[in-house]
């Protein structure tokens, strides 16, 4: 095996080369794109859970008592989230876009940090955690509102907080979750919600629209940092293949398209989009 040094050139020579071949990129992220940044991703090099499963869409809607244990853990899950910074690589991409070399870059995560690395073509496919919107009204109020909304429903709430995820929620030791007040929407008195799709729920279909017509656009697709266990972006890798266009995927471990690419790096996306794209 080489010495990993040489194996990391040897990565990012790949990775180069497929970039300055292909002129109109797809680019689709995953929560491996934001792991630099602090904030962890959800699966293991298999592509399984780390730890118990998210909160599910209808679970969220239709019970109190899951709305409670989600904004108890959003709570404490928020801040590092909301200090989170872009890495390099997604400063990197932000280069390429500047470059004109993107047909359209789609993130599965809700983190807002392509746009912060300044990126502007950017669909966020799954939403945004920094906003939250009420269910039976349409308000939309910024997550750093509802924070405060929060602490001021729960002054005397302790916690132990344990092992962030991806959407801003976090593990907590023995609490009683029944004790945590959840704070209506404060224009109509509904149900808040972060303004992201869980687990179980869909996208709405004109960011599905504006991802099929980047696709339509494209010379090649460039995966990163997503295992694509989930059907909303395994879907557009699908149709890439079926479309003839190459595929390069950088991802530790597995993905759910191993047979459909053409090109896989096993490795850091960050680090090598950031020695690959000058």
Not at 22 to 37: E, I, W, Y
Not at 196 to 221: I, N, Q, Y
């Amino acid at each position: 095996m080489a010495p990993p040094d040489t194996a990391s050139t040897m990565n990012a020579d790949r990775l180069r080369e497929f970039v300055s071949t292909h002129r109109r990129l797809f680019v689709l992220t995953g929560a491996g794109m934001s792991t630099d940044s602090g904030i962890p991703d959800y699966r293991d090099r298999d592509g399984g859970w780390k730890g118990a499963s998210p909160i599910q869409h209808q679970a969220f809607v239709t019970q109190l008592s899951k709305r409670r244990r989600y904004w108890a853990r959003s709570m404490a899950g928020w801040p590092p989230v909301a200090r989170a910074r872009p890495n390099s690589g997604h400063l990197a991409l932000a280069r390429l876009g500047a470059a004109g070399q993107l047909s359209l870059l789609v993130t599965q995560n809700v983190d807002g940090l392509h746009q912060a690395a300044g990126s502007r073509n950017v669909v966020d496919l799954h939403g945004r955690l920094d906003r939250v919107i009420c269910l039976d009204c349409g308000t939309r109020v910024s997550r750093h509102r509802v924070q405060e909304m929060l602490i001021a429903a729960n002054s005397g709430w302790l916690h132990d907080a344990d092992a962030m995820r991806p959407d801003g929620d976090i593990e907590l030791g023995d609490v009683d979750y029944d004790a945590f007040n959840v704070p209506d929407c404060p224009a109509c008195g509904g149900i808040l919600k972060p303004d992201v799709v869980f687990f179980g729920g869909a996208v709405p279909k004109s960011r599905v629209e504006r991802a099929w017509a980047g696709l339509a656009r494209a010379d090649a697709v460039l995966v990163s940092g997503s295992s694509l266990m989930v059907w909303s972006g395994f879907r557009f890798v699908r149709e890439a293949a079926r479309s003839g266009l190459p595929i390069m995927a950088i991802n530790h471990g597995r993905t759910r398209a191993d047979d459909l690419l053409t090109h896989k790096i096993d490795g850091d996306c960050g680090t090598l989009l950031d020695q690959a794209i000058d």
